[in-house]
Structures are given as C-alpha cells and as structure tokens.
C-alpha cells in the first residue's frame, strides 16, 4: 500500500462517556472559530446588558423601603396582599331567613 490509499487515524476521543465527547467537540469548534468568536462576544454582552443592567433599571428592590428584616418584608406582603383582596365597599351577606322575614312584612 502506498500512503496515498491509507487512511488517516482518526483523532482519539477525549473521555468514554457522551458528555465529555460533546463538551470537547464544542470546544474544540470554538477554538477554530474566527468570525463566530466575535459574534458570541456580542452575544454575551447582550446578554449581561438584559440581565444584569435592565433588571437594575426596571426592578428596583422595592421592599428594602418598607422594612428592615426579611419578616417585616413578609409582614408588609401580607398586609398588601389582604388590603388589595377586600373589596372597597363590601355588600353585606346575604341571608335567606332575613329576605323571608322582608317578604312577609311587605305582604301582610
């Protein structure tokens, strides 16, 4: 055989279990990369500038003004919580034994 018909080995696998070969065949398609490099890099600061910075912007930690400890905060939850539920102008309840009584007063 001459060395053109042979075929070249094939690079060993780095590790037996699936994992590890999926691991080194993304780092090793990083590492050929050119373009693709910058393109993740602008991919990463996107990422840090939503997660990091809008959440900073748009979340303020809102219960820090309202107490000190992590029972206060939970405190000043429930109460929203119970205050938001109540209706403003409750009806009173009904009660069917005070409808008959009306009904029969009316009627007589």
Same mark, same amino acid.
């Given at each position: 055989?001459?060395?053109?018909?042979?075929? @070249?080995?094939?690079?060993?696998?780095?590790? =037996?279990? !699936?994992?590890?070969?999926?691991? !080194?065949?993304?780092?090793?398609?990083?590492?050929?990369?050119?373009?693709? +490099?910058?393109?993740?890099?602008?991919?990463?600061? $996107? #990422?840090?500038?939503?997660? #990091?910075?809008? +959440?900073?912007?748009?979340?303020? &930690?809102?219960?820090?003004? $309202? @107490?000190?400890?992590?029972?206060? $905060?939970?405190?000043? #939850?429930? =109460?929203?919580?119970?205050? =938001?539920? @109540?209706?403003? /102008?409750?009806?009173?309840?009904?009660?069917? &034994?005070?409808? =008959?009584?009306? /009904?029969?007063?009316?009627?007589?």
């Amino acid at each position: 055989m001459n060395a053109t018909n042979q075929i @070249a080995p094939q690079e060993p696998l780095r590790g =037996r279990h !699936w994992w590890s070969r999926v691991w !080194w065949f993304y780092v090793d398609g990083f590492r050929a990369m050119t373009v693709g +490099r910058t393109l993740w890099l602008i991919i990463a600061i $996107k #990422v840090v500038v939503f997660f #990091v910075i809008i +959440r900073w912007i748009f979340f303020p &930690d809102f219960l820090a003004g $309202k @107490a000190d400890t992590e029972e206060g $905060k939970a405190d000043y #939850v429930r =109460r929203e919580l119970v205050r =938001r539920d @109540a209706p403003a /102008n409750p009806e009173p309840a009904e009660n069917p &034994d005070n409808d =008959r009584e009306l /009904n029969e007063t009316n009627n007589h």
